[in-house]
């Protein structure tokens, strides 16, 4: 056993929560804080992480990235879904869409009814929101302008963007003009986590400003193996860097490892479902079942189009443009590279049964794969849509105490079909078939020279229903928030 040390708090993981809590907790001199994380720096020279245009590289690159994948998926032809998670300083925010969204004020408002959560409502969680951000655009009653995150709203210059748009007017959605303020309903223009023409990560925003803080130390290349405990009480942490275990014992140990780091670390360090732990060989030191349990994703499908007008960024994918691209971008903090194009989407009600919007769609001026490629070479566009607040579970499980094996290997699944409720099964394919058929029918008649689109009936979910509203019609977020604001 190595060197011990002593800490007020240690967190465990540097990502999104990792930083904001690292700079909150060592803002007060007193507390002496230490901050582990697995992955490297984000080197300021490191352009795959600032570069906002080049986060694909980020998506299949282990240097940056945990690479999880889901158990074979039996309902998915056994298909292993990608799970990418950040591993870098910064976490998932120094490699992830950079689309500033937060949920919709009926979230806020389920989790306090729901769940007696109630100062986790919408109008308690506004202030923090305003607190932590700087809006570039200004501030107004949704947004602040003294946080240490900077939200760009993006410039959406390309013309398929103004063909999206009329193509939500056309399929009778209605604009927004902030799907962060007053209404989340419709399609508008995203704000991004970019500042400058760089990302603007967590790490960016709350942990570098504070990095020379003498009562805070930030390792990386440190990953925690073990959390000790002396009884239930969690003490320390065991953790590797340069090979080398370590030991350091806090008053509070927090985990931020994420979704699966998280519980992957606590059923290591012997917490979680007894049964599981035993048969793994790992000595129990809490039976908690719902470790690992209770898993929510949300699946996104997205849909490719070329498109004959010769107006998409695909040129950008050509290596001989990349050079002036790549120049734009370091010396005048514009261009291609200086966004991460997912510039437009926007929220709608896949039926009339929801209170408010259940899919999410995001639209990008270039047909692109995740991996950076293009799926035939020419102008191309996509639309990116996803269910939201399914009923779905899955779960993380350890399936070894073996470190590489357990890093490697896969960790989660989703549950099979039979416990798909059909509201969720509804979403998904309305997902893939009403909303976001009628959208790309009409950026296709748009550019009316667009290829490979047939024509499609619209869908039978637009008839009305008595007391029912519209879908097309944006409404019950503006009336809750009126009520909101009068509570506060
Ligand atoms: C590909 C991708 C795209 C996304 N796009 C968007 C988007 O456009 N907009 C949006 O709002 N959200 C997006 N998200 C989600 C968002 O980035 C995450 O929800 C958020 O960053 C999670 O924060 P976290 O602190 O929980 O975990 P993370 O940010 O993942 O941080 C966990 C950190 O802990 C470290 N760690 C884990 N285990 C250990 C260990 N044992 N020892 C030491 N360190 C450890 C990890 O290396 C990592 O740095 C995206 C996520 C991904 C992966």
């Not at 929560?17 to 490297?40: I, T």
């Not at 998670?85 to 992830?96: A, D, Y």
């Not at 030991?247 to 992957?264: D, F, R, V």
């Not at 399936?399 to 896969?410: F, L, V």
């Amino acid at each position: 056993m190595g060197q011990q040390q002593n800490y007020d708090y240690i967190i465990v993981g540097a990502g999104s929560a990792g930083c904001v809590l690292a700079n909150r907790l060592s803002a007060n001199p007193d507390n002496k804080v230490l901050l582990l994380e697995a992955g490297r720096p984000d080197y300021r020279i490191d352009f795959r992480i600032h570069m906002p245009a080049a986060l694909t590289y980020l998506l299949t690159d282990s240097t940056y990235n945990w690479l999880y994948e889901s158990e074979p998926e039996p309902n998915m032809h056994n298909r292993r879904i990608a799970q990418p998670r950040g591993k870098v300083l910064g976490g998932s925010s120094s490699i992830n869409g950079m689309i500033y969204i937060r949920g919709n004020a009926l979230d806020y408002e389920k989790w306090a009814n729901d769940h007696g959560l109630t100062k986790w409502d919408y109008a308690h969680c506004l202030p923090y929101f305003r607190k932590c951000e700087t809006r570039l655009k200004g501030q107004d009653d949704y947004h602040g302008n003294n946080g240490p995150l900077a939200i760009e709203t993006a410039q959406c210059d390309n013309p398929l963007f103004s063909a999206f748009f009329d193509a939500t007017q056309q399929a009778g959605y209605p604009l927004t003009d902030d799907v962060n303020g007053y209404q989340q309903e419709g399609f508008g223009i995203f704000d991004q986590n970019i500042y400058r023409g760089r990302r603007h990560s967590a790490a960016r925003a709350y942990l570098h400003p504070v990095m020379n803080r003498k009562n805070l130390t930030v390792l990386t290349g440190a990953t925690t193996d073990k959390v000790l405990f002396e009884g239930k009480t969690a003490i320390g942490v065991e953790y590797r860097k340069w090979g080398r275990k370590k030991t350091a014992y806090g008053s509070e140990i927090i985990s931020c490892g994420g979704a699966i780091n998280s519980p992957k670390l606590l059923q290591l360090s012997g917490v979680g479902d007894e049964n599981t732990l035993k048969n793994l060989g790992i000595k129990p030191v809490h039976h908690l079942p719902g470790v690992g349990e209770n898993l929510q994703d949300h699946l996104e499908l997205y849909v490719q189009y070329e498109c004959k007008e010769p107006v998409s960024m695909y040129p950008a994918l050509k290596y001989h443009n990349q050079p002036k691209i790549g120049f734009d971008w370091l010396f005048r903090r514009k261009g291609a590279a200086a966004t991460n194009h997912f510039e437009a989407g926007g929220f709608v009600r896949g039926n009339e049964d929801v209170l408010y919007p259940n899919l999410q769609f995001h639209f990008l001026p270039l047909a692109i794969r995740y991996d950076g490629s293009a799926p035939n070479k020419g102008h191309g566009f996509q639309l990116h849509v996803g269910p939201m607040n399914t009923d779905v579970r899955g779960h993380v499980k350890i399936r070894s105490t073996n470190r590489m094996r357990s890093q490697r290997s896969s960790l989660t699944t989703y549950p099979r079909h039979k416990s798909v409720k059909s509201g969720s099964k509804r979403s998904v394919s309305l997902a893939i078939s009403s909303p976001s058929q009628r959208l790309i029918i009409c950026v296709a008649k748009s550019f009316h020279r667009a290829a490979r689109l047939r024509r499609i009936k619209r869908s039978s979910t637009l008839s009305r229903e008595k007391g029912k509203v519209p879908i097309t019609q944006a409404v019950p977020v503006k009336w809750a928030l009126k009520v909101m604001r009068w509570r506060w």
